[in-house]
């Protein structure tokens, strides 16, 4: 079976991606379980460019080391995302610093509470916000894709929600009436700016 390697050691968006990803003829596995280690420096100034940035690295970690099989390195497709929370009354921090917003080992309860806080007094109408999701796809034959999709919404002024993770319990969404956190999984997974990314990052590969 062909792989997808996808460039993340995340066990919660591996969870989230073969969900969604269900279906296509591939075998998915992350870096991590394909032990690919690559220096990735994302200096990229957008989620397109740091997706591309890594599916890049991580698609020539592989053949460089000869990882796979001589057949397997023909035909593996490397997929990265890049994705973060824009708040427009904070000119779209953190943007691309999602992840490293505040520091990359601050817990997110501490990161959450901080964007919360900053937007003290802020009416509802102008704690506009959204995530924003760009996968990038880097073929054997050096062939690239780029997705991008959006889940658009408010900061709330409090966490809630268990089923998300990072900044998914402060997105409020109004269609729903709810957190992003709030959503069963299988809901979120149709209508988040990863799942809406990833499944047209499917069909490109599909009618390839």
Same mark, same amino acid.
């Given at each position: &079976?062909?792989?997808?390697?996808?460039?993340?050691?995340?066990?919660d968006k591996m969870r989230?991606?073969?969900?969604? &990803?269900?279906?296509?003829?591939?075998?998915?596995?992350? &870096?991590?379980?394909?032990?690919?280690?690559?220096?990735?420096?994302?200096?990229?100034?957008?989620?397109?460019?740091?997706?591309?940035?890594?599916?890049?690295?991580?698609?020539?970690?592989?053949?460089?080391?000869?990882?796979?099989?001589?057949?397997?390195?023909?035909?593996?497709?490397?997929?990265?995302?890049?994705?973060?929370?824009?708040?427009?009354?904070?000119?779209?921090?953190?943007?691309?610093?999602?992840?490293?917003? &505040?520091?990359?080992?601050?817990?997110?309860?501490?990161?959450?509470?901080?964007?919360?806080?900053?937007?003290?007094?802020?009416?509802?109408?102008?704690?506009?916000?959204?995530?924003?999701?760009?996968?990038?796809?880097?073929?054997?034959?050096? %062939?690239?894709?780029?997705?991008?999709?959006?889940?658009?919404?408010?900061?709330?002024?409090?966490?809630?929600?268990?089923?998300?993770?990072?900044?998914?319990?402060?997105?409020?969404?109004?269609?729903?009436?709810?957190?992003?956190?709030?959503?069963?999984?299988?809901?979120?997974?149709?209508?988040?700016?990863?799942?809406?990314?990833?499944r047209m990052m499917r069909? %490109?590969?599909?009618?390839?």
């Open positions: &079976m062909q792989k997808i390697v996808f460039a993340t050691g995340n066990k989230e991606i073969r969900m969604i &990803m269900e279906g296509l003829p591939y075998e998915i596995i992350s &870096m991590k379980e394909a032990g690919i280690n690559p220096e990735i420096i994302e200096d990229g100034t957008s989620f397109e460019e740091n997706a591309l940035i890594k599916s890049r690295a991580v698609a020539a970690f592989i053949q460089e080391n000869k990882l796979f099989s001589e057949e397997d390195r023909k035909t593996v497709i490397v997929l990265a995302d890049d994705s973060g929370l824009e708040i427009d009354a904070l000119n779209k921090e953190p943007g691309i610093y999602s992840a490293r917003y &505040m520091g990359e080992d601050t817990s997110y309860r501490i990161k959450n509470k901080n964007l919360i806080d900053r937007l003290e007094g802020v009416a509802d109408e102008d704690r506009t916000a959204r995530f924003v999701c760009a996968v990038a796809a880097v073929l054997a034959d050096g %062939r690239e894709e780029v997705t991008r999709a959006t889940m658009e919404g408010r900061i709330g002024y409090e966490e809630k929600g268990e089923n998300g993770f990072g900044y998914d319990p402060i997105l409020f969404l109004p269609e729903f009436g709810c957190m992003s956190a709030e959503l069963a999984p299988e809901q979120k997974n149709a209508i988040s700016h990863r799942g809406k990314a990833l069909d %490109r590969l599909q009618e390839m």
